[in-house]
């Protein structure tokens, strides 16, 4: 019998990798299919990071294994941005380079947990939250954010969750899929309860920190007492459009990021030489490109809301910052066209991308049923046609 590991069977495939991978294959078959089901910036990487990678290339310097946990300056150069920007004490050993931030993630995890470990999942969380806690063979605890609270988990929601078992904590903000902020007083509010439960770490998600049309974006780390309780998790994709790259970090107490040295020394070693040279550019250069891109994603933003707006039964909230929508679409529940009835999500996104010609991605595989994640990190023209499309298929439901 051929059977896959406990721990594999445990976890599902990424929703979001499997709906690009179906539109895909409309696409192949001649369907102009508009993709908003991935994650991923439609920029092109900045040319000056390019340019240091060519330049890394043609020195010749950089063909060897670099060390595990990233090279020295690199290091220095995000810990210098969070002293800088984030009022961060992180110094280089608390930064590990990996390949992506979805790997430092898995390290943190492997790292830290324990089977019987509980970890609170602030929900609507990002798909690959869940899987990793299992993957670690723990046991991930949802608290869930409502719609009319921005999506936002309180803190009152947070003591309540707290257990014997609670090792830590997981949440973004900027969120994906919700696009939601957390502000400093409501990080304060969460932070005033994770001091009283002393061995419960926080990772926090700051992956869309440059995509944040809120303008107030505060590190849980910065707050008093959290310094050695908090993980921060980050990386050049989003804000750089560096998602094929593969360059994420961690930045952790020294404990911390020294058991993700070692786990990443096992799995992986090092992250590319070439890539990490692109992400010093990045972090240590002219950000007028990235500002350039967030002006873009706070237009589009407005474009698709007040489009979201025109379609009948959808509920959508104002995202504050990454580049999602979380629409709240179960009043198509249980309606039909006559040949195809939507009963779910999932019935709702395949509905969309056999009928429309859209893809999205279905909400329960970021925890919330009633919602879907649409990313309008495409252009204004295919925003506009994709939302015309919907609103066009929606109608045929009764």
């Not at 110094?91 to 390949?99: C, D, G, L, R, Y």
């Amino acid at each position: 019998m051929n059977k896959l590991s406990d721990r594999i069977e445990a976890i599902q495939e990424s929703a979001t990798l499997a709906m690009a991978a179906k539109a895909r294959e409309f696409k192949n078959r001649g369907i102009d299919v508009i993709n908003l089901s991935l994650g991923e910036p439609d920029f092109k990487t900045p040319l000056h990071i390019c340019e240091a990678a060519k330049k890394a290339i043609d020195d010749g310097k950089y063909f060897s294994y670099p060390p595990v946990a990233g090279y020295q300056d690199l290091r220095e150069a995000i810990a210098a941005k969070y002293q800088k920007e984030n009022n961060v004490p992180y110094k280089a050993e608390n930064i590990v380079v990996s390949n992506g931030a979805k790997q430092s993630i898995a390290n943190v995890m492997l790292a830290l947990l324990n089977k019987g470990d509980e970890v609170i999942v602030f929900s609507p969380y990002w798909v690959s939250y869940d899987a990793l806690v299992r993957l670690a063979e723990a046991t991930p605890v949802m608290v869930k954010g409502t719609i009319e609270n921005d999506f936002k988990v309180t803190a009152a929601q947070v003591e309540q969750a707290i257990s014997p078992k609670t090792k830590a904590i997981i949440f973004s903000s900027p969120c994906n899929p919700t696009g939601s902020v957390f502000s400093r007083n409501e990080l304060e509010a969460i932070a005033a309860v994770i001091v009283k439960h002393p061995g419960i770490l926080v990772i926090a998600d700051e992956i869309y920190e440059h995509i944040n049309f809120a303008g107030d974006q505060t590190s849980i780390a910065s707050l008093p007492g959290m310094f050695d309780r908090t993980i921060t998790v980050n990386g050049f994709a989003k804000g750089f459009a560096m998602t094929g790259w593969r360059v994420g970090y961690i930045a952790a107490p020294k404990w911390i990021a020294d058991g993700c040295n070692k786990v990443q020394g096992q799995l992986t070693s090092a992250n590319c030489s070439i890539s990490q040279r692109a992400a010093l550019a990045a972090i240590s250069g002219d950000i007028t490109s990235t500002a350039k891109m967030v002006t873009e994603y706070h237009k589009r933003r407005d474009i698709v809301y007040n489009l979201l707006k025109e379609i009948p039964g959808i509920k959508a909230n104002y995202p504050q910052g990454a580049f999602y929508f979380f629409p709240d679409v179960s009043n198509y529940y249980g309606k039909s066209d006559g040949q195809f009835t939507v009963k779910n999500g999932d019935d709702f996104c395949l509905y969309m991308l056999e009928k429309g010609h859209v893809s999205l991605v279905p909400g329960g595989a970021f925890g919330d049923e009633n919602c879907v994640r649409l990313s309008y990190a495409a252009s204004e023209k295919d925003l506009a046609e994709a939302m015309r499309r919907m609103k066009d298929t929606l109608s045929q439901l009764k």
